[in-house]
């Protein structure tokens, strides 16, 4: 009869543990010594690297700046292989904040999710997903088919070490509920990440830096089309002001007293300040629509 | 026209012209002044059924569009209109882990500038390590080749952006979509020194996905080189297959971004070659299927 409630108890006991250790994780360095080293045929093979801010670009090419855009920390890399010599490569990055680890997860959304952590994606060998204020990438160069299962179990393992989950950015509060496309939704900083996601500009013609804030979502339009709104919160009026200006003037020139115009591909395209924010509406149907939208936004009260 | 593309130029089919091509490409354009010529060689067995590069396949493709480039007969005859035998050679190739230089085209680069007469301690294949190799740092000749792919923030990585190991430092080269890669080309350790690029587009990579920007769904075989002198036009010609693959995969929207700014700066602010399609002279030789350009 005290069966059932001592195992409660240590399973209460194993879990404050657990928790404990996971509030205890100072640095990539020591979710190392907490990640297994093998995971189904696959051995931890060489020696675990740490990168940070400075030495990013010793790893990456190209990619770094992206994840330079946000608050990036460190990462944690370790390579698996298996006797066959498939590889795994997981990499494990501390982003500082779960905004910010919800960020580059959410620039790069393409798959279904794979149930792991807060938020995953997994599709052909390539495992992401983001779990406080870790994101990790864990992913096959090789043979999908054979490191897939491994990739997977060894992201459920990851997971479970990486600490309680953390909240979305709280930039994501002001946009419109009403239909918008949850897994669709990106927040960034830089004009990297907006043009990879959705491409507006050659140039820098919003003036994004690392001091801005950007949510980029989704709202379904007619027969499968999509209405795009991208929110930027700048640090100061002016730098709102200024980058409105600039908007109107390389994009969206002949846009009426409203800051709406009708474009090439026969949509609206609306954009308004609200002090720090600008707000823009991209491939409405029409221009009430557009202004709908816009008017659904949760600005905050000054 | 302003100096910078913006959404609304793809949706006024202006990408065309802003990517600095011109309309026709080769099909229905009148007979262009051509400065630079590329030969476009595909090969259905470049690849075996288990995607293995073919070593015999790749040389004589290699071959064949070096003979046509420099208008020769014969293999040997052409290499040695590319390097003289008192040369020094350097390769620059790429091994980015997830796509390198395949070691078969090496190979066969290096074999036939053997076969030109270049003494074999005198050529050199080298890619991290191009600015302290002294092969390279004595080079007298470039041959420049890597796989073409996208990249995040240049819009594509080809012969242009496969000079960034000779710059002091690479983040240098990052800003603004990478736009000063053209200047990679005047450093005095490359300038003038380039005979051949050869570009692979044996499997090239028409999207990025990941925090290395390497997904292997957008990899497909297209078992093809893209072979000049000039890398800009090669780059070109390279740029041209990748929107067409995105156009064809991703959709119109997504035939372009990022915005590869770097190739027509190359032309018209460094001026080491052309990225105007009506002043290249386009080749094309062998398989034909979905050769997309």
């Known amino acids: ?302 | 026209m302003k100096a910078f593309m913006t959404r609304r130029d793809f949706l006024k089919g202006a990408t065309v012209a802003l990517a600095g091509a011109s309309v026709g490409f080769g099909q229905n354009a009148p007979a262009p002044k051509a400065v630079s010529r590329v030969i476009l060689i595909r090969h259905k067995d470049a690849l075996d059924a288990n995607s293995q590069f073919s070593e015999p396949v790749l040389r004589d493709m290699i071959d064949e569009a070096v003979m046509k480039l420099v208008d020769k007969s014969d293999p040997v005859a052409a290499f040695r209109e590319i390097v003289n035998p008192d040369d020094v050679v350097g390769i620059k190739s790429n091994v980015w882990s997830f796509l390198p230089t395949p070691p078969q085209v090496e190979k066969a680069l290096k074999s036939r500038v053997l076969d030109a007469g270049v003494k074999e301690e005198n050529i050199g294949i080298d890619d991290h390590s191009v600015r302290t190799n002294p092969i390279f740092v004595k080079s007298t000749a470039l041959i420049n080749t890597r796989p073409l792919r996208t990249h995040y923030l240049a819009g594509i990585s080809g012969c242009i952006k496969n000079y960034i190991m000779f710059g002091a430092t690479q983040p240098e080269y990052h800003p603004d979509s990478c736009a000063s890669l053209g200047s990679l080309f005047l450093l005095p350790q490359v300038k003038g020194k380039t005979r051949l690029c050869v570009l692979c587009a044996l499997t090239p990579q028409f999207h990025g996905l990941g925090p290395h920007n390497f997904n292997r769904r957008y990899v497909w075989n297209y078992r093809g080189l893209i072979v000049g002198r000039d890398p800009v036009a090669v780059d070109t010609v390279g740029l041209r297959l990748i929107m067409a693959k995105r156009r064809k995969e991703l959709g119109p929207a997504q035939e372009l971004p990022p915005v590869p700014k770097h190739i027509q700066l190359a032309d018209t602010k460094y001026g080491i070659g052309t990225s105007d399609l009506g002043k290249i002279e386009l080749i094309r030789l062998g398989w034909a299927e979905d050769v997309m350009i």
């Open chain 1, 1 to 302: 009869m005290n069966g059932a409630p001592l195992s409660g108890r240590r399973a209460v006991l194993a879990g404050v543990l657990v928790a404990m250790a996971s509030s205890a994780l100072g640095d990539v360095k020591d979710l190392a010594r907490a990640i297994p080293n093998t995971v189904l045929a696959f051995a931890a093979s060489g020696e675990d690297a740490v990168y940070d801010r400075k030495t990013l670009y010793d790893y990456m090419d190209g990619g770094a700046e992206v994840i330079l855009a946000f608050d990036f920390k460190d990462v944690l890399v370790r390579k698996f292989k298996d006797p066959a010599g498939e590889e795994i490569d997981l990499d494990i990055y501390d982003m500082g904040s779960a905004a910010e680890a919800f960020g580059i997860f959410s620039c790069e959304r393409q798959s279904g999710p794979a149930g792991i952590g807060q938020e995953s994606e997994y599709g052909s060998g390539l495992l992401r997903f983001r779990q406080g204020r870790y994101f990790v990438s864990i992913m096959t160069p090789g043979d999908e088919t054979k490191a897939g299962p491994a990739i997977l179990a060894l992201g459920k393992e990851v997971a479970a070490r990486l600490g309680p989950p953390g909240a979305y950015p709280d930039l994501l509060r002001l946009l419109p509920e009403r239909g918008l496309v949850k897994n669709r939704t990106s927040f960034f900083h830089d004009v990297v990440n907006l043009n990879n996601r959705f491409f507006i500009a050659s140039e820098n013609i919003l003036f994004l830096n690392r001091t801005t804030d950007c949510a980029l979502a989704e709202y379904p339009g007619p027969a499968g089309e999509t209405v795009k709104l991208l929110l930027v919160r700048y640090p100061k009026d002016e730098d709102a002001r200024a980058a409105h200006q600039s908007f109107l003037l390389a994009f969206l020139r002949e846009a009426d007293a409203s800051g709406a115009a009708r474009t090439e591909n026969h949509t609206w395209t609306l954009a308004r300040l609200q002090g720090t924010h600008l707000a823009i509406v991209f491939d409405a149907p029409t221009k009430a629509a557009a202004e709908a939208l816009q008017s659904a936004i949760r600005f905050p009260i000054p």
